[in-house]
């Protein structure tokens, strides 16, 4: 899957992996791509830009640390990021169930 086919929708992806905990920038891609069963496999340019932007929001916090000698930065959820998380799913439940009326496997063929 190509990062434009989740325009507006990575920003919540990436909240969603930080629920379950602290990660550095290459276990949130490796996190994206397990959970998504090989579909999200993003490129380190498509996810760190969007992970600043979260932190410059608010929505993650950052911290560096030392890991055999190598400096890693590990993001985390912020509160506001929890709540904005909650935001994003109500809105795709809602999302979902709109567009589920169309294409859902129960709609009947369009008249001829």
Known sequence: MKAQ???GHLDALL????????????????A??????????????????ALRR????GYVASSWSTVNGRE????????AGGRALAGER???????STVGR?????QP???A
């Open 72 to 79: 890693r930065r590990t993001y985390q959820l912020t509160d």
């Open 32 to 49: 994206l791509r397990v959970r998504s069963g090989g579909a999200l496999d993003l490129p380190t340019g498509t996810i760190y830009p």
């Open 54 to 57: 979260l932190e410059r929001a």
């Open 5 to 7: 086919a989740l325009h």
């Open 15 to 30: 909240l969603a992996v930080l629920e379950r905990g602290a990660l550095h920038g290459y276990a949130i891609i490796e």
């Open 90 to 96: 109500t809105g795709w439940r809602e999302f979902s």
């Open 102 to 106: 169309f294409l859902g496997p129960d």
């Open 109 to 111: 063929p369009a008249p």
